[in-house]
């Protein structure tokens, strides 16, 4: 072990290092995996969005440093199969990955790790090393170059980075791990820290999660990718010279995974009900979160503009109003969204959804479903359910030349006329009309889902 720590401590700086200088200097053909590696990849980095101090950094750095030497390994066990690993950004949904990967992958995982706890030290030869990694490699560049405010928190991010990938490593390598179920692929370092586990001879795969993959990180480098809806089928075929992979696959939408049994008999939508789906933008907008590149605010404003008239002018509507769980954190911010929402349109014409029952676990309460850019619209696709996306002039959704494109208003009359449509249409109708079957294929609700392969520049279903 102690000899294995210290290759490590010298492999992954030099990994970072090539990486970086292999996507400054343009060298993609000398090795795409290792120049995408080097590239910044996604817009959620909490660092560079919220810079330090010069000290304040390398107080963060030092600290995350002390860490790794009161803290042991701290993993969520879950007694699976020897070999199998989940890395995760946070342990919360350790539940929920367990059962998606065991089922998929018809073998229990034997542990979750997440970013929150990889400061730590399997002992005494790991933490001499990361101590010294950190000092005379980590270190030097910030307090050479981080007084200046545009180049701090970049450095301090590649040296978390680097921290992170080598505790990361020395855990896999320390648990025998062979397999590595990847599911926090926005994060800045995810391609990078993946080379690092390619290189030293484990098995990654990517989960895309069910964000569209155009909106955080289209790059992904790993051994195998796995895609959530057919929709990043459609951006794949957008963005497929930065998705590096020997192997494709198609799951379904993660979160559908925890009520499924709900809707395989396919429970019919009570008639002339919308609902609503929204996703609190205007607390994160009112407490300073960053709009992150693609025009969430303009779009959700838009969307309210268009719902306003949409209800007003269709009296008998029944209107079904799913709030974020940012938005019922307190009672007194609750209140708040009610004031708003009853504020444009009537408390009258407002039927508030349960908020102990999963929105989810609610799509047979509302015939059409509206939202921005929810998530829950994938869900609801697969489940069977008519919805209407309204991302107006959004730059990264929807994919142009895609199905989901159909059902997406850029402005007031379209989403009348989408909504409508929808309306008026029977379920089977409207899958056929928009070509949406894909999304409620069932077939791939099966052990190992639907293995892909590149044809002609798209992603068809092949038997295995």
């Known amino acids: 072990m102690a000899w294995e720590v210290f290759w490590y401590a010298i492999k992954v700086p ?20 290792m120049y995408q590696a080097g590239h910044d990849l996604a817009y959620r980095n909490s660092l560079l ?26 993993v969520t066990e879950f007694g699976g199969t020897p070999g199998e690993a989940i890395y995760e950004g946070t342990e919360r949904s350790a539940e929920v990955r367990r059962n998606y990967v065991g089922f998929f992958l018809k073998a229990q995982p034997e542990f979750l790790v997440s970013t929150g706890r990889l400061w730590y030290g399997v002992n005494g030869w790991h933490r001499f090393w990361l101590t010294w990694m950190v000092l005379t490699v980590a270190l030097p560049p910030l307090v050479l170059f981080g007084f200046v405010g545009k180049w701090r928190a970049r450095i301090l991010s590649y040296g978390i980075e680097l921290g992170l990938a080598y505790n990361l490593l020395v855990l896999m390598k320390h648990r025998r791990v062979e397999r590595v179920s990847y599911f926090c692929i926005f994060e800045k370092d995810s391609n990078f820290t993946g080379l690092v586990l390619m290189k030293s001879g484990l098995y990654v795969r990517k989960f895309s999660s069910e964000t569209p993959l155009g909106c955080h990180n289209h790059a992904i480098v790993g051994d195998e990718i796995i895609y959530c809806h057919p929709y990043q089928l459609d951006e794949w075929k957008k963005f497929q010279r930065d998705m590096i992979t020997d192997r494709y696959r198609l799951y379904i939408p993660e979160q559908t995974f925890l009520h499924i049994d709900q809707y395989r008999e396919h429970p019919p939508a009570k008639k002339g009900t919308l609902a609503i789906y929204t996703a609190g933008g205007w607390i994160r907008k009112k407490r300073g979160d960053v709009d992150q590149g693609f025009g969430y605010y303009n779009a959700s404003d838009r969307f309210f503009e268009y719902l306003t008239a949409y209800i007003k002018a269709r009296p008998d509507l029944k209107v079904k109003l799913f709030t974020h769980p940012v938005e019922r954190t307190t009672p007194e911010r609750f209140a708040d969204a009610r004031a708003l929402y009853e504020g444009m349109w009537g408390a009258d014409r407002i039927e508030y959804a349960d908020p102990n029952v999963r929105t989810a676990s609610a799509f047979a309460e509302a015939e059409v479903g509206v939202a921005v850019f929810s998530s829950v619209i994938w869900d609801r696709l697969f489940c069977g359910y008519k919805s209407v996306y309204a991302p107006t002039d959004m730059p990264v959704f929807p994919v142009a030349d895609s199905k989901i494109a159909k059902i997406c208003a850029q402005n007031e009359a379209e989403f009348f006329d989408l909504v409508d449509q929808a309306f008026a249409m029977k379920v089977d109708e409207w899958y056929d009309h928009y070509g949406l079957n894909p999304h409620r294929d069932w077939s791939v609700l099966q052990p190992g889902g639907l293995a892909l392969e590149d044809k002609g520049g798209e992603l068809v279903k092949v038997v295995e």
Do not use: C, D, E, Q
């Open 14 to 33: 030099f990994l970072m290092r090539t990486a970086l200088w292999m996507r400054f200097l343009g060298l993609r053909a000398l090795g795409k995996r």
């Open 49 to 74: 969005l919220h810079p330090r101090t010069y000290m304040g950094s390398i107080r963060f750095l030092l600290g995350s440093l002390k860490n790794a030497w009161s803290t042991g390994v701290n």
